[in-house]
């Protein structure tokens, strides 16, 4: 090492899946980073970095990418109900409750999450997005923000004006590390001049639109009545078909709005779980990858999922689809890893930046601890089975070391960046207040529940 190069930050010795077009995979390879940006890949490299971490054999790959979550602070309460009733009894009333103090624990809760999880960049679409920011700023995270717009009910969400506001303010703030979007929450809440007032917008601050899209039946029939048309058509017709937007579940589509989709580069965001726990129905993901159609996965929220893990995401997103089409062959493993990094990347217009590690591209990467008995064995290359072992045998919990832009936000399953210790405290005491002021303590069961035992303290 005596004409070692220096740099920041170099990763020793890990099982390095690089995600690129080509599925580099290395048993063993350094990884050295300079100003953010990856300096070189390959083993035994001849460089010193400020920081050397030890993956010791550990899987080494880029930071998991969630392309669709709300940073809510509630879960857990009030479950077991379809989405309509949901929204309308639960997350309305709760969400025009919501005040700035509650999206600032939430950011903390859901970043906290995040970090630990292994994910490194995602896509919110919530409320008071400056609070959620702030948070990013600290957190280390990569964040794209499309404060979600509500017509109606008034209330319920952000409107044009604020996330207008939000952009202006936001946009080269954080220059690549916070990114701002527009949010229409959906057909049924946002009026048709609401989203081609953000289509125009959106076009000339060149920036993307995030929106729910053909969620569930009930949401079909509704813009059917309404419109006279399905809900891909109809944003079809309105204008806002385009590369600058990513749909949020688009469950029920015909084959003529897959043509749309895949005609227009429209990205998706697919989320298992929540539309399993909702009962919404199977996104036709094997149709939209053969239409062509950029998809990612997503975690929707926890209100709606309960976490945001993004393994489990992957490995109920793969099993989802292969029992929906009765076919094995369905949906697998390299596909879906693809669909939570390099896929998932491209869906958010950072395919050039994230969501794989190349040289050149930003430093975010995570390390997953291989060396636990849930992850034996892993075979050596070239016949290695680590692909298989992060999708259908991993976990949030299994992250080690979690790199956003060369910063470690996490190491050795420290939090680096935000004080947990004094987080849990602020998310109770936010979580109470919320419940109580939204009403939704009257609609939760406090004694007699089956089953339940309540401890006289
Ligand atoms: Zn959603």
């Known amino acids: 090492m005596e004409s070692a190069h220096h ?3 170099v990763i020793r010795r890990g099982h390095v899946l690089t995600m690129d077009d080509q599925g580099t995979r290395y048993q063993s390879a350094d990884i050295a980073v300079l100003e953010g940006e990856i300096l070189a890949i390959g083993p035994s490299l001849a460089v010193q970095g400020h920081m050397e971490i030890e993956a010791d054999g550990n899987a080494v790959l880029p930071g998991l990418i969630d392309c669709h979550m709300h940073q809510t602070l509630l879960r857990g309460l009030c479950e077991d109900l379809p989405l309509m009733r949901w929204l309308e009894e639960i997350c309305y009333p709760k969400d025009r409750a919501f005040r700035p103090h509650h999206q600032r624990a939430a950011a903390i809760m859901n970043q906290l999450e995040m970090i630990r999880g292994g994910v490194t960049t995602f896509i919110d679409i919530f409320r008071f997005p400056d609070q959620a920011a702030r948070v990013t700023e600290q957190s280390g995270l990569r964040g794209i923000f499309s404060p ?3 017509d109606d009910p008034p209330g319920a969400g952000e409107t044009v004006e604020s996330s207008l506001a939000f952009i ?3 946009k080269d703030r954080v220059p690549g590390r916070i990114q701002t979007w527009f949010g229409p929450h959906s057909i049924y809440s946002c009026s048709t001049s609401t989203y081609q007032q953000i289509q125009k917008l959106a076009e000339e601050y060149d920036v993307g639109i995030h929106t729910h899209l053909a969620e569930t039946l009930d949401e079909v029939r509704l813009i059917r009545r309404q419109y006279g048309k399905t809900p891909a058509e109809y944003l079809a017709e309105i204008g806002l078909l385009g590369p600058r937007l990513l749909v949020a579940h688009a469950v029920h589509l015909t084959d003529g709005d897959l043509k ?5 580069d429209v990205a998706v965001a697919y989320n298992p779980s929540s539309n399993m726990k909702l009962a919404s129905g199977v996104a036709r993901i094997p149709d939209l990858l053969e239409a062509g159609i950029r998809v990612g996965l997503g975690t929707d929220s926890n209100l709606s999922n309960n976490n945001l893990d993004m393994f489990e995401e992957m490995r109920l997103g793969a099993m989802l ?8 062959e369905a949906l697998p493993c390299d596909t879906i890893l693809r669909m939570a990094t390099s896929q998932a990347a491209v869906c958010l217009g950072l395919g050039a930046e994230v969501g794989c590690l190349e040289v050149g591209k930003r430093a975010d990467i995570i390390i997953v601890d291989l060396h636990q008995p849930h992850l034996w064995p892993v075979l050596p290359e070239p016949m290695s089975n680590i692909v298989e072992q992060l999708v259908y045998s991993a976990s949030a919990g299994d992250v080690l070391t979690t790199i956003v ?3 470690v936000l996490m190491r050795d399953r420290s939090v680096l960046t935000l004080d947990e210790g004094a987080a849990e405290q602020l998310v109770q005491d936010a979580a109470l207040d919320l419940v109580r002021r939204s009403g939704l303590d009257r609609r939760l ?3 007699g529940r089956k089953g339940g035992v309540t401890a006289e303290t």
């Open 148 to 150: 979600q717009i509500i």
């Open 321 to 328: 689809q292969k029992l929906s089409q009765s076919d094995a």
């Open 445 to 447: 069961p406090t004694e």
């Open 405 to 407: 832009d060369g910063k």
């Open 7 to 9: 740099c920041d930050l």
């Open 260 to 264: 749309l989709l895949a005609q227009h």
């Open 168 to 170: 202006q303010e936001w």
